[in-house]
């Protein structure tokens, strides 16, 4: 990794097409200006990582989905009369 101390303003050429320019330094961000053809994707590294786990999601298919939605739902436990009359009461309290 290169690594090269620019204040704001200056750039740095990355072969003939590409620029990277420093913008703007603030206290705990810099902002950097990239100058590179159209037909080069540019995309912020978080960005691609949500998208390949965009991506793998989708391809998990259905039974993915299934699993997941077991896991979201609550238990189907049976409950005594006892344990059901203090959730109702619980429930009428809230309110």
């Not at 390949?52 to 189907?76: I, K, W, Y």
């Amino acid at each position: 990794m290169l690594v090269m101390a620019r204040r704001s303003g200056e750039s740095i050429l990355i072969g003939e097409e590409i620029e990277i320019v420093i913008a703007h330094i603030g206290r705990t961000r810099v902002k950097v200006g990239i100058r590179a053809p159209r037909s080069m994707t540019v995309m912020a590294r978080e960005a691609r990582l949500v998208r390949d786990e965009n991506v793998a999601a989708a391809a998990a298919g259905p039974e993915g989905l299934a699993g997941l939605l077991a896991r979201l739902r609550p238990s189907q436990v049976s409950r005594t009369p006892a344990e059901e009359e203090v959730n109702r009461q619980d429930a009428e309290t809230e309110r």
